[in-house]
């Protein structure tokens, strides 16, 4: 991802803050990845390194990751 953003043209006036850890609670953090601030915008990347043919499934919700034959799921974050 960094080669990539790299290659991005972004506006004058821009920041690329990389993983971020802010305190929201007396001992819980959020973590972000990648978080791109301009004048005009703000984007949040959540960088994730899963291989394969990847879908998302509702019902529940989950994300199905398939390669070589294997399928991985991974549950929700907010999924109980």
């Given amino acids: 991802m960094d080669n990539f953003l790299k290659q991005v043209s972004f506006p004058k006036s821009y920041a690329i ?4 850890h802010i305190k929201i609670y007396s001992n819980s953090y959020l973590q972000m990845d990648t978080l791109i601030l301009t004048k005009k915008y703000i984007a949040l990347l ?23 034959g294997e399928v991985t799921p991974f549950n929700a974050p907010n999924s109980k």
Avoid at 17 to 20: A, E, H, I, P, T
Avoid at 51 to 64: S, V
């Fill in 46 to 68: 959540e960088i994730k390194n899963i291989r394969g043919k990847i879908a998302f499934q509702k019902n529940p919700d989950q994300l199905i990751s398939e390669f070589d």
């Fill in 17 to 20: 803050l990389k993983d971020l």
